[in-house]
């Protein structure tokens, strides 16, 4: 009765006015203990609980617990392992705790645009092949090889997309949706909204390979700026972070199926494979595809307000 209670509400506040996702974190139970408690459950599922998975998997694959002996898959698989409870943790988080839909964690109306998610894609992927593969072949040819491996690389698609889309959707349901949402709380201005969540995302990136390599330009321009700053940016204009999931799942499905760096975070059996990391190169190409991916999502796929999905009270109203 209560959840039921809830939804309605929900769907008569998002019908009186075009509520952004980020208000969504005042409904069902939000206050005093509620979203510290959340926190501790979602960083012990991850950490804990997904760390262990992850040790279990690299013992199940390469008979002991480091994963430095695995292979490319194998590797990925272990990497992965701790998504799956990490996306278990934020959905006991707001069902649970929060009493309400984990559809709000993206957006305020009553379901999700995936045609917003779709168009995230391809305006980040455009870019990202352009600028991020083509333009890196033509300044580095030499480091650029093709993986004649095919039957592993055909093997692995189906794996890469359906972890991918876990891990990279699980990050901005936590990133983007529950710590944007839970800041909100402390102060609604967007400029500290922006940062927070930028800061946060950051941190964990910290000691992945490329960000040693390339240093602070690297920590920067690649993890705070964007995608932190800038996809946050985009999910508080646009009201939803449904762009943002699309953009997040277009960058690293690139960068494992398309095109990998040898030595990075997550090594692949991508169909090319770059030999070096240049940082400033990298740098300068998300800077290009910023405004790229804007033009896209913005000018050629104009969002239509009157498409937008009717709020949970409107298709009630009509039962």
Known sequence: ?????TERTEGITAEAKKVTYVEAARWGKHRGWRYPLGLVIILFAWLV???GASVLVAFALGGQADPSVLGPVEYYLFVMASFLFFLVGVLIAVSLVHRRHPRTLVTAWERIDWHRVGHGFVAWFVPFCLIGGLGQYLFYPDTFSFNSDLTTF????????????????????????YIVQGASLIWSNRVFLAIVPAVIFTVPHLLNPEAIAGGWLTIFVTYFLVPGLVWT????????????IGVHFANNIGGILLINITGSAVTTPALFTVSEY?????????????PVFLAIAYKVFKRDEASEPVSQSHRKGHR
């Open 154 to 177: 055909a093997l692995f698609v189906p794996i890469a997309l359906v972890l991918t889309a876990i891990q990279t959707t699980t990050e901005e349901l936590f990133f983007r949706g």
């Open 1 to 5: 009765m209560e959840m039921q209670n």
């Open 278 to 290: 240049h940082a400033t190169y990298g740098a300068i190409s998300v800077l290009v595809a910023v």
């Open 233 to 244: 940016v985009v999910s508080l204009v646009d009201g939803t972070t449904e762009l943002a």
């Open 49 to 51: 609980v997904g760390s």
